[in-house]
């Protein structure tokens, strides 16, 4: 027992552990178990009562893939051809006709269509920099710079989607790159094909906008916060038509009110900091629920959903005035005790700008300052060098908010005017930013053209099947091996039996602890992988089997059966793991689904086999020695 001790104080964890990762899919299950049997107004309260837990739950639980709750699949292409003929600095009917030439070709080619592109120059004899970069550079020097191009075209799309399919509120989907111009959408519980589809093609709107002044976003704040309350507000303009009584009563209230004011201030100062907070927060919905720093307002991300359906109520639209306009920043902050949150900007609605008025933009290290940190370059044409000198010169020492599709993705302080358009965004923190800020910088200027390939929807009722087919196969499959591990090999079999079931259960509590997602060719991995830990567990019981035929004593049987059998059980999982993981980067969709739950499964199986099946039949025999026996 002592030597087990280790080995008994590791099992008991991992098993406490897959049971913390777990809890949260079986709390999620419990809420909606409940809510299914309610009314509207009775599930509306259930919501109410239980909002938090059901958010958390809902955030960690074991996700299920499009093909086991219904959804869209989309297949996504940025058309390098139009964007060949958009970088072009001339357009001529050689241009024309090799482009053309290109896109017939790339259609049943597997050659990438900068290859097939430069390759038609090559064989005119034509030089590339008769349409693009400088007159001096050779085919492959253009060459290089076209795949640059090319590369920062399908990030930029890839970037674009992705801030767009989170504000448009789809949970659990998956947005993933595949070869070099394609990007697979996984989008479950969506079914508004038509919806998706604009939000996916529409053009990107960057536009740069000015913060509203502390206080003017302050007031504002406190408005949403009075509608919450039920209270009146006082807007300019309103009906001025008043009696006499009508302003002797106004009056009455307002000096009651102002006496309630100064005690209400009074008891306020005799409350502790943490009842003032408190009392704030009651008194302040909105205010109440943001974090509050010298440098803005901010919301972590369970807070800021909530937030943001507290600014879509139609009430509080109505006092919102029509120039002004709040906004999210597009990336969370993270403080310095790890809690992210994202910070609420009050903007001017008008732009200054948009993106049309944009040429290029560069990400790079900061080489003016102490060689730390990184920048952002930006070019404008004529006519947005002229508006952004107005623009800067009105705003000095003030930010300018980058705004794409309605995110705050950066918000600079103007130190000067700006002269020619020429600008410079530094205060960067990392190479990585500086690229993201790059990228929505170029979105308003060169959208990538984007086109939708292939579209499939997967509705609930097939979803449904599909989970019904796959658990059934997967139980029966179960069923059949430890089934034939019990016959077989008896007392082994049963202390095998009960190492595929944790390994089971470790695989989904990994799979929910990362925020994986359960898919169909899941399923068949988790299928794959009782086969395999079986199989370890066949390897380690015929060589026991072996050793005890041989004249061994069981226990020292069982210490012989295990050292013969762990290197046989570490090749052969080692070299499936090898494969899983080429799979797995190299692969798209349900191939890689398939090959991460393997991967999870192969490690979870060595676990089970070799520790916690030698754990179980040690015990045995130290309890009840008879009925170890292996067929």
Not at 363 to 386: E, S, Y
Not at 582 to 603: C, N, R
Request: glycine share 8%; net charge negative.
């Amino acid at each position: 027992m002592k030597k087990n001790l280790f080995r008994i104080i590791l099992i008991v964890a991992f098993v406490l552990f897959a049971g913390y990762l777990l809890y949260p899919t079986w709390s999620d299950a419990n809420h909606q178990s409940a809510l299914r049997g309610k009314s509207s107004e009775d599930s509306t309260k259930y919501f109410d009562e239980n909002e938090e837990s059901i958010r958390n739950a809902r955030e960690k639980r074991l996700k299920l893939g499009l093909d086991l709750q219904g959804g869209m699949y989309v297949t996504l292409e940025v058309d390098i051809i139009q964007l060949l003929e958009k970088l072009a600095k001339n357009r001529d009917e050689n241009l024309r006709t090799i482009l053309e030439e290109t896109k017939k070709e790339a259609q049943n080619s597997d050659e990438s269509v900068l290859d097939i592109f430069g390759r038609k120059f090559d064989q005119r004899g034509m030089r590339l920099s008769r349409y693009y970069g400088d007159i001096r550079d050779n085919n492959s020097d253009v060459m290089t710079k076209l795949t640059d191009e090319s590369e920062k075209a399908v990030e930029r799309a890839l970037e674009i989607i992705r801030n767009r399919i989170d504000q448009y509120g789809v949970s659990e989907v998956t947005i993933t790159r595949s070869g070099s111009r394609r990007i697979i959408l996984e989008l479950p519980g969506v079914s508004d094909e038509r919806e998706v589809r604009s939000l996916i093609q529409e053009t990107a709107q960057l536009e740069f906008k000015i913060p509203l002044d502390g206080k003017m976003f302050y007031q504002a704040l406190e408005n949403v916060d009075k509608v919450l309350m039920g209270k009146r507000i006082d807007v300019t303009g309103a009906d001025s038509a008043m009696t006499a009584a009508d302003s002797t009563a106004l009056a009455k209230a307002d000096s009651l009110d102002a006496a309630k004011r100064r005690e209400d201030s009074v008891n306020t100062a005799k409350l502790s900091q943490e009842q003032q907070l408190e009392k704030f927060r009651r008194e302040h919905p909105f205010m109440g629920s943001l974090i509050m720093t010298e440098y803005g307002y901010y919301a972590t991300p369970e807070q800021k959903e909530r937030l943001t359906n507290m600014l879509k109520r139609p009430d509080v639209r109505n006092i919102i005035p029509e120039d002004v306009q709040f906004a999210w920043s597009a990336k969370p902050i993270t403080f310095q005790d790890g809690t992210q949150a994202f910070q609420l900007y009050g903007l001017k609605s008008r732009p200054e700008l948009t993106g049309e008025v944009i040429t290029g933009a560069q990400a790079q290290l900061d080489q003016g300052g102490l060689g730390v940190g990184a920048v952002v370059t930006m070019q404008m044409d004529a006519d947005g060098a002229r508006e952004w000198a107005r623009v800067t010169g009105a705003n000095v020492n003030k930010q300018i908010a980058i705004v794409l599709d309605d995110a705050v993705f950066s918000a600079p302080m103007v130190r000067q005017k700006i002269i020619g358009g020429n600008s410079q965004i530094d205060g960067l923190d990392n190479m990585e930013e500086a690229r993201l800020l790059e990228i929505v910088l170029k979105a308003g200027a060169l959208p990538a053209p984007v086109e939708i390939i292939e579209e499939r929807t997967v509705g609930p009722s097939l979803g449904e099947d599909s989970i019904s087919k796959g658990v059934n196969s997967f139980l029966i499959g179960l069923g059949l091996v430890l089934l034939f591990m019990v016959i077989y090999y008896n007392y082994g079999g049963v202390a095998a039996d009960i190492a595929v079931f944790f390994n089971v259960l470790f695989i989904l509590a990994v799979l929910a602890g990362f925020s994986g997602t359960l898919t169909l060719p899941g399923i068949a991995g988790i299928l794959l992988t009782v086969g395999m830990a079986v199989d370890a567990n066949v390897l380690i019981n015929e060589r026991i089997r072996e050793e005890f035929g041989a004249g061994k004593t069981l226990r020292a049987a069982i210490d012989a059966g295990y050292a013969r059998a762990f290197p046989a059980i570490v090749d052969s999982n080692l070299t499936t793991l090898i494969t899983c993981l080429i799979l797995y980067q190299f692969g798209s969709g349900p191939v890689q689904g398939f090959a991460l739950t393997l991967m999870i499964g192969i490690i979870c199986s060595m676990f089970t086999a070799i520790i916690m099946t030698r754990v179980i039949m040690e015990i045995t025999m130290d309890k009840a020695p008879n009925i170890v026996k292996f067929g």
